[in-house]
């Protein structure tokens, strides 16, 4: 299916969690180079204050409060982006709140509010977007984690979301491809960031898990905002940022293996050049994703073959 896709400064893009961290910076990167942008997040303080940042800049914004846990509010974004800008290009689901800390000893109401925060507002998001661009098309992009593909000490719950989002989306992109619905499906999968991940997560941890971090940044949000962006020009089923691909693998191939690779990452400081050297080749492949799409096509007609071949 072929579908084509504007550049940026001709789209109007959606963006939830969009008042901090990867949704700020993506929010503020497309409106720089002169897309439109729709702000989704909870908090109207916070969305006031990124709406008059990316205004001062010159940006074209509008801002939207919005519990993204609540089907009924997520459809009220894509209403207020229609009625302002007439059409969606692109919606970015990036909303997220850390889940961290042992499994048995997260209170299961709070998991369970930030599960549906994590995993059904992209599932809503989903939905929104897809009924407002079935006609004229566009691009979907879904924001997972290096986690996406394994679990990992203190991230059980986290670990838990980003695989159903991995698994929404992959099933997405398939079903709008086989009823021929235009829109484009990304998942985009980063690595540590800074602010780290349990700096901002909920803390029913006990005292050695407090006493850990993320691992060292590698990278800063807007490294994420601009593979974000790619997918929203060019089509780009997965890409991840700051992650070795290997690493990502593993999760399939070797999963114990991945396992402890995990684990040292997660209870002791990562090796901060390992991962830079992850982000150098990540920008390089995003600087010209075209050529790096034949060898994707490559590698999936290579699995598929060797599937068939395993079968009875």
């Avoid at 940026?8 to 180079?33: H, P, W």
């Avoid at 693998?249 to 690779?261: E, G, I, S």
Wanted: charged share 25%; proline share 6%; aromatic share 4%.
């Amino acid at each position: 299916m072929n579908i084509s896709q504007k550049p940026l400064n001709e789209q109007v893009i959606v963006i939830t969690g969009a008042s901090s961290g990867i949704g700020l910076a993506t929010a503020e990167v497309a409106a720089d180079r002169g897309a439109a942008v729709v702000l989704a997040a909870r908090s109207e303080t916070e969305l006031a204050f990124a709406m008059a940042r990316i205004r001062q800049r010159g940006g074209c914004v509008v801002a939207v409060a919005a519990d993204l846990a609540d089907e009924r509010q997520v459809a009220q974004i894509g209403t207020a982006a229609m009625r302002e800008f007439g059409r969606i290009d692109t919606w970015v689901n990036s909303a997220g709140l850390g889940i961290c800390g042992r499994l048995r000893e997260h209170p299961v109401a709070d998991v369970r509010k930030r599960f549906e925060t994590n995993f059904w507002s992209v599932v809503y998001g989903c939905n929104v977007a897809v009924e407002h661009m079935r006609s004229n098309g566009g691009t979907i992009v879904n924001i997972g984690r290096e986690v996406s593909n394994g679990g990992a000490p203190l991230l059980g719950m986290s670990s838990a979301a980003k695989h159903a989002i991995r698994g929404y989306t992959d099933a997405l992109r398939s079903e709008v491809e086989r009823r021929n619905i235009p829109i484009r499906v990304s998942l985009v999968e980063p690595g540590p960031i800074d602010p780290p991940l349990l700096d901002h997560a909920s803390s029913d941890r006990d005292a050695e898990a407090k006493e850990e971090k993320d691992p060292p940044p590698a990278f800063r949000p807007e490294d994420v905002a601009h593979a974000i962006l790619v997918c929203a020009e060019q089509s780009v089923p997965e890409i991840a940022v700051g992650v070795p691909r290997l690493q990502i693998a593993m999760a399939t191939l070797a999963p114990r293996l991945f396992d402890l690779m995990m684990e040292r990452q997660t209870l002791n400081p990562m090796k901060r050049q390992a991962v830079t050297k992850s982000l150098a080749y990540t920008r390089a492949a995003l600087a010209d994703v075209g050529r790096a799409l034949p060898f994707m096509a490559l590698g999936a007609i290579v699995a598929a073959r060797v599937a068939t071949s395993r079968r009875p």
